[in-house]
């Protein structure tokens, strides 16, 4: 099989999270399946993007959009990145520049089917832009494309109509698909609510390989984690509420043992900071700011507990890198966590529920290693370790296809 994978983000220098579990997804199909070709198309998916919270983050996005230059990077001997420079902007402004990125996708597609000899599919990773580029190449090539969504909350307001239906840009992809996605049973029921058939939910996967249980945490001391963008809706307010109520309960001699090492850059980082020393919390919560993907893993393995109350996740795959490292989770019922976090693993509590929250840490504190890591682990990659995600895409690719030459038949 010759795939093209069309994502929306990508990682970049100033948000190198952004989109990473794409990129991984992409790499794990082409290494699961040595036997298959796979292409990656790239315009700039975050350097080449013009707003002004983006330029504000960091100019230099800008200036290394510039510099992109047409190309192939091949990654391994069947995963290769095909680079076609373009930008592009929010589509409610003049169109996003549409037609644009549709011609660097279009080349970068032209080049995928002159290096491995033909494209049997399009996987395109949300709605737009990528769903509508794969919908228009398909219009052009008779290339089946299927979309995976991961937008949360569904829609996001830019995409919705002031009569409470989508925008055409979201719902043309979707309708026309061979095959419609979503990372979780409750995004897939938000996007059947706009009359749309229900997609199928295959969520995000985990490299079990990069994520493991690491040496056993300092047990004269504990320790939560938390990995997240800093902004209102990862709920990092309710956090260190929750974190005040919970350590005002202990023993001074406890509480000097218990430690939150919060991980993350964004706009609300400031704040937070500021809140978290009106609120006492300075002697127990360490900023640790933006961090790499080692680092990010250490911190997975030597903590006792992950711990994120988002107000909203479509899925969550910091609470997979967790259970894959073995680590008990404490989350919030938003979207995703849902469907990761069961008694087996973890303890859920309603979004913005501050007792609640302050409950489950307490909790945690007194259980967490209770909790038998290798069946966590183990679980968590009959999920989402890469094979089993793999197998589950390729079921639908060769569907689609199949589909198609019946079509093409008949």
Same mark, same amino acid.
């Given at each position: 099989?010759?795939?093209?994978?069309?994502?929306?983000?990508y990682?970049?220098?100033?948000?190198?999270?952004?989109?990473?579990?794409?990129?991984?997804?992409?790499?794990?199909?082409?290494?699961?399946?040595?036997?298959w070709n796979?292409?990656?198309?790239?315009?700039?998916?975050?350097e080449?993007?013009? @707003? @002004?919270a983006?330029?504000?983050?960091?100019p230099?996005?800008?200036?290394?959009?510039?510099?992109?230059?047409?190309?192939e990077?091949?990654?391994?001997?069947?995963?290769?990145?095909?680079?076609t420079?373009? !930008?592009?902007w929010?589509?409610?402004?003049f169109?996003?520049?549409?037609?644009?990125?549709?011609a660097?996708s279009?080349?970068?597609?032209r080049? %995928?089917?002159?290096?491995?000899?033909?494209?049997?599919?399009?996987?395109a990773?949300?709605?737009?832009?990528?769903g509508?580029?794969?919908?228009?190449?398909?219009?052009?090539?008779?290339?089946?494309?299927?979309? $995976?969504?991961?937008?949360g909350?569904?829609?996001?307001? /830019?995409?919705?109509r002031?009569?409470?239906?989508? *925008?055409?840009v979201?719902?043309?992809?979707l309708?026309?698909?061979g095959?419609?996605?979503a /990372?979780s049973?409750?995004l897939?029921r938000?996007?059947?609510?706009?009359?749309?058939?229900?997609?199928?939910?295959?969520?995000?996967l985990?490299d079990?390989?990069?994520?493991?249980p690491?040496?056993? %945490?300092?047990? +004269? &001391?504990?320790a939560?984690?938390?990995?997240?963008?800093?902004?209102?809706? *990862?709920?990092v307010?309710?956090?260190?509420? =929750?974190?005040? &109520?919970? !350590?005002?309960?202990?023993?001074?001699?406890?509480?000097?043992?218990v430690?939150?090492?919060?991980?993350?850059?964004?706009?609300?980082l400031?704040?937070?900071?500021? +809140?978290?020393? %009106?609120?006492?919390?300075?002697?127990?919560?360490?900023?640790?700011?933006?961090?790499?993907?080692? #680092?990010?893993?250490? +911190?997975f393995?030597?903590?006792?507990?992950?711990?994120?109350?988002?107000?909203?996740? @479509?899925?969550?795959?910091?609470y /997979?890198?967790a259970?894959?490292?073995? *680590?008990?989770v404490?989350?919030?019922?938003c979207?995703?966590?849902?469907?990761?976090v $069961?008694?087996?693993?973890?303890?859920?509590?309603? /979004?913005?529920? !501050?007792?609640g929250?302050?409950?489950?840490l307490?909790?945690?504190l007194r259980?967490a290693?209770g909790?038998?890591?290798?069946?966590?682990?183990?679980?968590?990659?009959e999920r989402? =370790? #890469?094979? %089993?995600?793999?197998?589950?895409? +390729?079921?639908?690719?060769?569907?689609?296809?199949q589909? #198609?030459q019946?079509?093409?038949?008949?």
């Open positions: 099989m010759n795939l093209f994978v069309i994502p929306s983000w990682p970049h220098r100033c948000f190198p999270w952004e989109g990473v579990f794409l990129q991984e997804q992409t790499r794990a199909i082409a290494e699961r399946r040595p036997g796979v292409g990656t198309s790239l315009w700039g998916q975050g080449g993007f013009l @707003s @002004s983006h330029l504000l983050k960091s230099r996005c800008l200036l290394d959009a510039q510099d992109m230059k047409r190309e990077r091949a990654l391994l001997p069947n995963l290769v990145e095909f680079v420079p373009a !930008l592009w929010p589509e409610r402004v169109g996003g520049n549409k037609q644009a990125l549709l660097a279009r080349e970068s597609l080049r %995928a089917v002159a290096r491995f000899g033909g494209v049997d599919l399009i996987h990773h949300v709605s737009y832009p990528a509508w580029l794969a919908m228009k190449l398909s219009d052009e090539t008779g290339i089946p494309y299927v979309v $995976t969504e991961h937008m909350p569904f829609p996001l307001p /830019v995409y919705a002031r009569d409470g239906g989508l *925008k055409g979201l719902r043309e992809p309708e026309r698909a095959a419609r996605i /990372v049973p409750m897939a938000a996007i059947a609510g706009f009359g749309l058939p229900e997609p199928e939910f295959i969520p995000n985990v079990e390989r990069l994520y493991a690491g040496p056993p %945490a300092d047990p +004269e &001391r504990f939560f984690f938390t990995l997240c963008v800093m902004d209102v809706g *990862k709920g307010s309710d956090l260190l509420k =929750g974190a005040a &109520r919970f !350590l005002s309960e202990l023993r001074p001699a406890d509480r000097a043992l430690s939150f090492r919060l991980g993350g850059d964004g706009p609300q400031r704040s937070l900071q500021q +809140e978290a020393t %009106a609120l006492g919390l300075d002697a127990s919560v360490m900023w640790l700011g933006q961090i790499p993907r080692g #680092r990010a893993r250490e +911190e393995s030597r903590c006792d507990a992950f711990v994120l109350t988002s107000h909203h996740e @479509s899925f969550g795959i910091v /997979v890198e259970t894959a490292c073995g *680590k008990p404490v989350a919030t019922r979207g995703g966590p849902e469907v990761i $069961t008694p087996e693993n973890g303890v859920l509590v309603e /979004v913005g529920d !501050l007792a929250i302050a409950g489950a307490d909790f945690m259980n290693r909790y038998d890591a290798t069946k966590i682990r183990a679980r968590c990659l989402y =370790g #890469r094979e %089993a995600v793999v197998a589950r895409l +390729e079921q639908v690719y060769q569907r689609v296809i589909q #198609r019946s079509a093409a038949i008949s």
